[in-house]
């Protein structure tokens, strides 16, 4: 563990989050998502909240409760003044484990269960997708009726095969229930197959209620297949996609919560980068 905080005190030096930062661009300050410390979770979670209140976040979406119970890891958060506001499962545990499910959102105080993907074919099908609009209605509706619960459905990439004047994720979009289904907007899974995320945010912003914040490292072409190297995931503002425009978006169509993600191995550098460049944006 030594390494590890040697590490993340390099971290801290090169940027932390204050408030006055976080407004100049934010309602509040933004969040990460988990997956960014995955490696670090697995080794000590309570290590890993102490770094990541160090460095300034608040506010975590967790799609993994890294071997803890909800409770537990409840515990570790209340203790450390953190936030969980989002809970990510697998579309499974969804629709077969709803209560469950539920429960662990409920306790860890979050206001959101996330599903990340669609169960598909190599090339996603208006079939898959018909399926998962009857899945979010359903399931949407015991969350938000029986648990005060807001699901939200974060595109991974392969959901923009053509479908009629529009896209698949089109139709899932007019076919979800706006009062039991709503979106996580991933900006580098909107951009990699082609679309523009701010043009998203502007068409179907009442819609959108968090967004993750990555960018996707410049010369790598996209494509609908809804995977690329973790590798390709750069500092925001070093790569493909106008981030101001995205943000200026975001900001119009009242994202209630921004996640800085990096999947990369290189997040002691690149992190670091993302919240300085954040601070030399004005709101």
Request: proline share 4%.
């Amino acid at each position: 563990m030594k390494n590890i905080y040697k590490i993340f005190i390099l971290f801290i030096l090169l940027a932390t989050i204050t408030e006055a930062d976080a407004k100049r661009l934010f309602k509040g300050h933004p969040g990460v998502v988990s997956y960014t410390y995955r490696k670090y979770f697995e080794k000590d979670v309570p290590a890993t909240l102490d770094m990541i209140k160090r460095v300034g976040f608040k506010d975590i979406e967790f799609s993994n409760l890294f071997g803890k119970t909800a409770p537990a890891l409840r515990a570790l958060l209340d203790e450390r003044g953190l936030k969980c506001s989002s809970f990510g499962v697998s579309y499974g545990d969804l629709v077969n484990k709803t209560a469950e499910v539920a429960q662990n959102a409920k306790t860890l105080g979050a206001d959101y269960v996330r599903v990340a993907g669609i169960p598909h074919s190599k090339t996603m099908t208006f079939e898959e997708m018909q399926k998962a609009v009857n899945d979010f209605n359903a399931v949407g509706k015991i969350l938000k009726e029986q648990y005060d619960l807001t699901f939200i459905y974060h595109n991974h990439g392969f959901e923009f095969q053509p479908y009629k004047e529009g896209t698949l994720y089109d139709y899932l979009m007019e076919q979800t229930d706006p009062k039991y289904v709503s979106f996580e907007l991933d900006i580098l899974w909107a951009f990699f197959p082609g679309q523009n995320p701010a043009a998203m945010l502007e068409k179907y912003g009442k819609r959108y209620k968090t967004m993750h914040l990555k960018d996707l490292k410049k010369g790598v072409k996209g494509d609908m297949s809804g995977g690329t190297s973790q590798e390709n995931d750069v500092a925001l503002g070093t790569g493909q996609i106008d981030i101001p425009a995205v943000l200026k978006a975001a900001k119009k169509a009242k994202i209630k919560h921004y996640y800085i993600e990096d999947e990369s191995s290189n997040i002691v550098v690149q992190v670091p980068q993302t919240i300085a460049y954040i601070k030399s944006l004005k709101g």
